[in-house]
C-alpha cells in the first residue's frame, strides 16, 4: 500500500467495489436483471401449446440439457424399467412352455435351464446383459423363441447403453464448469484512457491452463422507442471493444481490462454522470474461448447494471513483478479507486470545443461598424477640406479664427488623431440634414454667431472623444498666422470642379449670401 500510495500520491485511495463498498451510490429500487452475474439467462418460455413436441424430436440435447438430478433419475428409471421388461419376457416364455412345472425334472429340457420362476428370469437377463455369465442359466437349442429373444435384448441394451452413457458423458464433459474459472469484476468503471473517457470492466483466468482464441463481446439492454413509435423492450445493442483494431481477441494469461471507447458511435456518447443515475440500462459481457485441455468451446457471461457503473473510478493494479516470475494479487481483482475524471458526457464536450471564438470569426456589428469608420474618415475629410477651400474662397466661405488656428497648427496631429477616432463606432454628419436636432435647430438661425457654433458643432459630430482631442490640440498648439492652408490637389471638391456654395445645403448658402 505505501509503494501504491508513492506512485498514485497521496490523494490515493482504494474503494473495494464489493457488496460493502464505500462508494455510496444513490439508493435505488433492485430490478429484474436480464442476465445473472453468474451467467444464467433470467428467462422463462410459456404457454407453448403444440410446440412442446420439438422437444422430443431433439431428445439427446434435451436430456443434455436438463439438471443433474432429472438426468440421473432418467438414467435409474431407464435401466430398471428395461430390466423388468425383458425379465418380464423371459418369464413369459417360461411360462407358456410349461417350464416352470419341470424346473427340477433332470430328464426334460427347458428353454432357459435353471429359470422356474421371476426372481430367476430377472438374474438370468442381468447375468446375460451384463456379460457376466455364471455358467448356471444359459440357453438351450430347443427354444428358437428364446434365441430370437436374446438377440432383441442385445440390441436393445446396446441402444439404451449408448444413449444413455453418451448422455451422461457429454453431461460430464459440458465446459460450464471451465466457466466458473474465469472471473469478471463486479462492477465496471467509467475513466478517462489516453485522454478519452472509456467504459472497463476486467477478467481474469484462474487457471493456468490457457483459454485458445479467446474472444470477448458486450451488447447493451436497454429498451427504446423508435421515431416511429413502435416500442422495443430490452432492445440490444453491440458495444465496440476493439472489433477493427482486434482487441476483442485476448491472450488471457493474466487478468485484462477491457476497454468500450465512448464516442460519436457509442450508445454512450450522451451520458453524463447525472443521467448515470436515471438510466436503465444492462450491459451483457461474454467471453468465448476454446479450452486447452478439452477442445471444447467454453462460453462465459455476466452483466453490469447502471448501478453497477462506477463513475471517475479505476481498477487498482493487481499484477507484481517477483523474483523470476509475475504474481497476480486476486484479492484486489474488485478493488478500484477515484481518479479525476470530467462529469459532463462526450457530446457535451464536443459541443463546447465547437463554440467558435468570438476573436475569430466576424460579426455583422463589426462589418456595419468598420463602414461606419469609412464613412465618418471621409466626413472629417469633407470637413478638412471645405476649410482649406474656405480660406481661397474669400469672405464668402472663411472659417471662424478659432478654426483657421486649429487648422494652421495642428493640422497633422488632426489626421492623426482622426485615424484614431475612426477606430470607434459611431455615426458621423458631412451635412446638416444628418446633424442632430440642436445642430438642425441652430443652422434655421441666420446669426453669424450662430453660424460659428454650426461649424464648431458639425466638427464635434456628436462625438465627445473627438472634441476632447480638438481641445487638447488647441491649448498645446501656439497661435500662428493665419495663411490659409494649401489645398491638396486630391480633394474631392477641386476635382468636381465646383464652388464650396454648390456642395453646402440651400440654408447655410443662404446664410453666407446675407454675410
Not at 455358467?135 to 441394451?157: D, N, V
Not at 481518479?339 to 455583422?364: A, I, R
Not at 464650396?500 to 447655410?508: C, F, G, I, T
Amino acid at each position: 500500500m505505501a509503494a501504491l500510495r508513492r506512485k498514485f500520491g497521496e490523494d490515493y485511495q482504494v474503494v473495494n467495489t464489493n457488496r460493502a463498498s464505500t462508494f455510496s451510490a444513490p439508493v435505488k429500487k433492485k430490478r429484474q436483471r436480464f442476465v445473472e452475474k453468474n451467467g444464467r439467462c433470467n428467462v422463462q418460455h410459456g404457454n407453448l401449446g403444440g410446440e412442446t413436441s420439438r422437444y422430443l424430436s431433439d431428445l439427446f440435447t434435451t436430456l443434455v440439457d436438463l439438471k443433474w438430478r432429472w438426468n440421473l433419475l432418467i438414467f435409474i428409471l431407464t435401466y430398471t424399467i428395461a430390466w423388468l421388461v425383458m425379465a418380464s419376457m423371459w418369464w413369459i416364455i417360461a411360462y407358456i412352455r410349461g417350464d416352470l412345472n419341470h424346473g427340477h425334472d433332470s430328464s426334460y429340457t427347458p428353454c432357459v435351464a435353471n429359470v422356474y420362476n421371476f426372481p430367476s428370469a430377472f438374474l438370468f437377463f442381468i447375468e446375460t446383459e451384463a456379460t457376466i455369465g455364471y455358467g448356471y442359466r444359459y440357453i438351450t437349442e430347443k427354444c428358437p423363441e428364446g434365441i430370437i429373444l436374446f438377440l432383441f435384448q442385445s440390441l436393445l441394451g446396446s441402444i439404451v447403453d449408448a444413449f444413455l452413457i453418451g448422455c451422461m458423458f457429454i453431461k460430464m464433459s459440458q465446459p460450464k464448469k471451465r466457466a466458473e474459472t474465469l472471473m469478471f469484476s463486479q462492477d465496471a468503471v467509467i475513466s478517462q484512457r489516453d485522454g478519452k473517457l472509456c467504459l472497463m470492466f476486467r477478467v481474469g483466468n484462474l487457471r493456468n491452463s490457457h483459454m485458445v482464441s479467446a474472444q470477448i463481446r458486450c451488447k447493451l439492454i436497454k429498451s427504446r422507442q423508435t421515431p416511429e413509435g413502435e416500442f422495443l423492450p430490452l432492445d440490444q445493442c453491440e458495444l465496440d471493444v476493439g472489433f477493427g483494431t482486434g482487441a476483442d481477441q485476448l491472450f488471457l494469461v493474466s487478468p485484462l481490462t477491457i476497454c468500450h471507447e465512448i464516442n460519436p458511435k457509442s450508445p454512450f456518447f450522451d451520458l453524463s454522470q447525472r443521467s448515470l443515475m436515471n438510466e436503465q440500462f444492462e450491459i451483457v459481457v461474454i467471453l468465448e474461448g476454446i479450452v486447452e485441455t478439452t477442445g471444447m468451446t467454453c462460453q462465459a457471461r455476466t452483466s453490469y447494471t447502471e448501478d453497477e457503473v462506477l463513475w471517475g473510478h479505476r481498477f487498482l493494479p493487481v499484477m507484481s513483478l517477483e523474483e523470476g516470475f509475475f504474481r497476480v494479487d486476486y484479492s484486489q481483482f474488485h478493488s478500484t479507486f477515484e481518479v479525476p475524471t470530467p462529469p459532463y458526457s462526450v457530446k457535451e464536450h464536443e459541443e463546447k470545443n465547437s463554440l467558435p471564438s468570438p476573436l475569430s470569426t466576424p460579426t455583422p456589428a463589426l462589418t456595419e461598424s468598420h463602414g461606419a469608420r469609412r464613412d465618418r474618415v471621409f466626413s472629417v475629410d469633407c470637413i478638412n477640406t471645405t476649410e482649406e477651400r474656405g480660406h481661397q474662397g474669400g469672405t464668402g466661405g472663411r472659417l471662424p479664427s478659432k478654426l483657421q488656428r486649429m487648422s494652421s497648427s495642428g493640422k497633422e496631429d488632426l489626421q492623426r488623431k482622426v485615424l484614431l477616432l475612426s477606430s470607434q463606432h459611431s455615426e458621423k454628419a458631412c451635412s446638416t440634414g444628418d446633424l442632430p436636432m440642436k445642430l438642425q435647430r441652430l443652422s434655421s438661425s441666420s446669426s453669424p454667431v450662430a453660424q460659428d457654433r454650426l461649424q464648431l458643432k458639425s466638427l464635434k459630430v456628436g462625438f465627445e472623444p473627438m472634441t476632447q482631442s480638438t481641445g487638447d490640440l488647441y491649448q498645446r498648439s501656439p497661435p500662428t498666422s493665419l495663411a490659409p492652408a494649401p489645398v491638396p490637389m486630391h480633394s474631392p471638391l477641386l476635382s468636381a470642379g465646383a464652388r464650396l456654395e454648390d456642395n453646402l445645403p440651400p440654408k447655410l448658402r443662404k446664410m453666407n449670401a446675407d454675410r
